[in-house]
């Protein structure tokens, strides 16, 4: 899984996803597919990509903005991966052929 995983799943299905970095920092991929730091205020001495390969919590959430408090769902890192390379997916159906 990578941060171009990521970034389509945000954009497929309207989500925000959350992880937090190793130096406590916490990344948001926003429904756009932009990841956000914001508590970045210069240039980063990392790497996003390898700062995500060692993210273990995912926080996932709906991008839609309503009167309700969004349901806010944690993912473990294969959880994650799965959801992001289509492995699982609740909303998958298996494509149907006329041969």
């Given at each position: 899984?990578?941060?171009?995983?990521?970034?389509?799943?945000?954009?497929?299905?309207?989500?925000?996803?959350?992880?937090t970095?190793?130096?406590?920092?916490?990344?948001v991929?926003?429904?756009?597919?932009?990841?956000?730091l914001?508590s970045?205020?210069?240039?980063?001495?990392f790497?996003?990509?390898?700062?995500l390969?060692?993210?273990?919590?995912?926080?996932?959430?709906?991008?839609?903005?309503?009167?309700?408090?969004?349901?806010?769902?944690r993912?473990?890192?294969?959880?994650?991966?799965?959801?992001?390379?289509?492995g699982?997916?609740?909303e998958?159906?298996?494509e149907?052929?006329d041969?």
């Amino acid at each position: 899984m990578n941060l171009a995983d990521l970034r389509k799943i945000t954009v497929k299905k309207n989500l925000r996803i959350r992880f937090t970095l190793s130096n406590g920092m916490e990344c948001v991929l926003n429904e756009h597919g932009v990841a956000k730091l914001p508590s970045l205020h210069s240039v980063p001495a990392f790497n996003l990509e390898d700062e995500l390969s060692h993210a273990r919590e995912f926080l996932v959430e709906p991008a839609a903005s309503g009167k309700d408090k969004p349901h806010v769902r944690r993912y473990s890192r294969d959880e994650m991966a799965a959801l992001a390379t289509g492995g699982v997916s609740g909303e998958a159906h298996p494509e149907e052929h006329d041969d």
